[in-house]
């Protein structure tokens, strides 16, 4: 059974950090792409940062330079670390893992983890 499980979010002020993390099980973790989207109410989901199979990152436009996407296959974990908070920021976090080669046809989605960021 495949999961995924986000932590990490909670309620932060303006300036301030959080670190997310996306636990996978049931996959070969190495053979995914992982992303992490956010959702804010009324909103779109929206990419916020992924990372390749083989470790390159790609972000959002909107947190280039406060936000930072990692992985570490030994652990099947991806983490996320938000510097620099903004209320806008504020959303519920999904991680999202998909396959590559002869994973290809995979995608699986976590629950999300919330993050509020007070002025």
């Known amino acids: 059974q495949v999961q995924l499980v986000e932590s990490g979010g909670g309620l932060v002020q303006a300036g301030g950090s959080l670190k997310l993390s996306c636990a996978a099980s049931?996959?070969?973790?190495?053979?995914?792409?992982i992303g992490w989207y956010r959702q804010a109410p009324g909103k779109q989901r929206d990419l916020v940062a992924s990372?390749?199979?083989?470790?390159?990152?790609n972000y959002a436009d909107s947190v280039k330079g406060r936000f930072t996407i990692s992985r570490d296959n030994s652990k099947n974990t991806v983490y996320l670390q938000m510097n620099s908070l903004k209320p806008e920021d504020t959303a519920v976090y999904y991680c999202n893992a998909k396959g590559v080669g002869v994973w290809h046809l995979n995608d699986y989605w976590g629950r999300g983890t919330q993050v509020t960021v007070s002025s």
């Open positions: 990372i390749s199979s083989g470790g390159s990152t």
């Open positions: 049931g996959i070969t973790f190495s053979q995914y792409s």
